[in-house]
């Protein structure tokens, strides 16, 4: 008799955004002439940039022709965009990162899934909390985690570490040794960041007891200051302790074209096993290649004129998120975040809990957010917005939260 | 201190085509003049039909647009899409299956190699002997399979179902119980089917036993015989037992443009728990989507041009099995499939194994197959030539087989 994953069964209630769209979904139901604006999920809503509409079109034509037909992709992704990946991104920060340790994707969501496959189901991760769901998640799943604790929302065996006002939002080294150490930096959901040096803290503390850290850059694009890495390998010995997760999603509006890539050194290992080839064999038996179009896509980003255009894309979404914040700001709220990220973190008013204000602001403002308490316990009465809408609805959402 | 999966430590040498990749890498660069005809993985050669040319144009203009964008996808897939799938491959032939009972995906090897996640550690698995690779390397890494016997070169704790010329390379029901059975008609690699009535008697096994058949439908449009099921669920209680796995690959050349679907009826359970929800999880939580303009063009697909210029493209295709089923007869080679099936497997002569074949074919006539050890041990022996190469090289191939 066939039966289910058992771990499946213990995740509560199902993924964030699926609860929120299906509120939104409901409220609008009832509320069909009410106009809603979303700065919940986070989406992007600007257009692909024309240098990438240009490939896309382009190799469109070429798997129309026989001569130019391309069928299945090399596992790990075309040269083409890995030495690009690895010129642009690394190389020319100075990070020695080479094209085959680079490993291409339909995005970091996945990849961010995947990746504890390839680690034993005894291993301890440890979390930033709030935290991008997907991490804890994909270890329920895999039965990593431990049992429930629904008064703390907690998990017992994921160790927690907590970002909130009192650490500035950013992590302190856990008391516990964690297996694993999942870092996303600029931070998804609390658009907050930690300098290069503190960074090499966590890559000099992983070296010494042996801990993997994944590290989430999806946001890098974003990155304004100075001191702030843009890369893990930006710091040394990243290369014997640091898997790097990066995504084409904010950075050049991928999110409905899915691209993405995950850096595994070569000298890395856990224990004494390399960690490359475990990762190839996962990719090269369980995954069949990002598009080739998409991966032309992908190329364009680096292009000359790929670039210009995405600068001022990412711009465009900066200026919303400087909106953003001085308009909250200005009405009295607490806020953080924006400047080194397209995440805006607010302090609920009034002590609300982060899903009373998302009701709140849902039915008074027509403004969808999200539930800081959606990231995890620190997240409570917290409240994230992001960037990523038109700078017109943003600016008409912060009118309708000042007269709310 | 960091831990691998040990149990991709016990994954025996590399996934089959990637060593066949290898192989062919190190024979083209020592003999640089010789070339070499591919007829080895199951990849098409044929560019995209002209309607899925133009949706994907259409596609990409969109994507250029704010007013017609799309970013994120929803978790299961357009409902224009699924819609279509629903309509055309199940409907339109009495099957009882509906639109949100379609997941799409971007294909079929990684939802047949996701799917073991949603269930339990413990179940037992049954597989065709000789098969594609996916089924059984995916449950290893999972930690289903047990041990390997390198002298039998098989799994402990799988349950294989030897498909030879003995039983016309169709499966018997195993004599022990298996908990999921991967089924896969027309068969990868063997080219074989089996007619309604035979899959009846799995669908009542699995029924009766509760098992669920995980049922690898990829190359049903090849199918030419009227009494050869296209769908599991062409079979009556097949919606109480049967998972089916369909890809764009084959019928349509998307082996490089990635997309696929896996259907999961609402009723249907492992043990008391609906899969359908568990599956749902799995999308939501490790999965972001198809690309839209890849589900577009999958659209298309199904379009009357698309259905149209595809039926074409597939004649195109049954011709050259044609051709390689009667070239390698006359011959006097023993051959199989090539009739309902792209895949013509053939007796190695002079008791040659699999991989010597391979290693006389590459050298003597430079055609490259695939082994038919690679996909289990009742394939040794036996070789797989495909149809996806085209027509004048499929000929050359078979005039320098002649002359070998």
Not at 26 to 41: E, M, Q, T, V
Not at 64 to 70: G, I, L, R, S
Not at 124 to 145: E, F, L, Q, W
Request: with cysteine.
């Amino acid at each position: 008799m066939a039966k289910v994953n058992d771990n499946y069964l213990k995740l509560p209630g199902s993924y964030l955004f699926s609860t929120i769209g299906k509120k939104v979904a409901a409220y609008s139901a009832a509320n069909p002439d009410k106009k809603i604006i979303r700065l919940g999920i986070g989406d992007v809503t600007q257009p692909l940039a024309p240098a990438i509409i240009t490939a896309l079109h382009g190799a469109v034509d070429e798997m129309a022709h026989a001569e130019t037909f391309h069928g299945y992709a090399p596992d790990l992704g075309y040269e083409f965009l890995r030495n690009a990946i690895a010129k642009n991104d690394y190389v020319d920060r100075g990070c020695d990162i080479s094209a085959d340790e680079i490993f291409v994707s339909d995005g970091a969501k996945c990849d961010s899934a995947n990746i504890q496959e390839i680690f034993s189901l005894d291993n301890k991760i440890a979390v930033c909390d709030p935290v991008y769901p997907v991490y804890v998640d994909s270890n329920v799943m895999a039965g990593r985690t431990g049992t429930w604790n629904p008064q703390t929302e907690t998990w017992s065996d994921v160790i927690y570490m907590p970002c909130t006002a009192e650490n500035n939002f950013a992590p302190e080294l856990p008391s516990r040794t964690p297996d694993l150490i999942y870092l996303c930096f600029p931070n998804n959901p609390t658009g907050s960041t930690i300098t290069k040096e503190e960074l090499q803290v966590w890559v000099d503390y992983a070296n010494s007891v042996g801990a993997i850290i994944i590290y989430d850059a999806a946001y890098e694009a974003y990155i304004s200051e100075e001191d702030v890495p843009h890369s893990i390998y930006e710091c040394e010995g990243a290369r014997t302790c640091a898997i790097e997760l990066r995504s084409f999603s904010k950075n050049a509006g991928f999110t409905g074209v899915r691209l993405g890539f995950t850096v595994v050194p070569k000298e890395l290992k856990a224990g004494d096993t390399f960690l490359h080839p475990l990762w190839a064999r996962r990719h090269g038996t369980k995954y069949n290649g990002a598009p080739y179009i998409v991966q032309r896509a992908g190329e364009a980003v680096y292009s000359p004129e790929g670039k210009a255009q995405l600068r001022e894309q990412v711009a465009y979404y900066m200026k919303n998120a400087a909106a953003i914040y001085d308009g909250l700001s200005e009405m009295g709220y607490t806020v953080s975040g924006g400047i080194n990220a397209p995440y805006i973190w607010l302090k609920t008013p009034d002590d609300m809990t982060s899903w009373e204000f998302f009701d709140y602001l849902l039915e008074k403002a027509n403004v969808v957010g999200t539930p800081g308490s959606g990231f995890g316990p620190s997240g409570e009465g917290y409240f994230r917005l992001t960037a990523f809408g038109s700078y017109e609805n943003t600016v008409a959402a912060l009118e309708r939260i000042r007269r709310m």
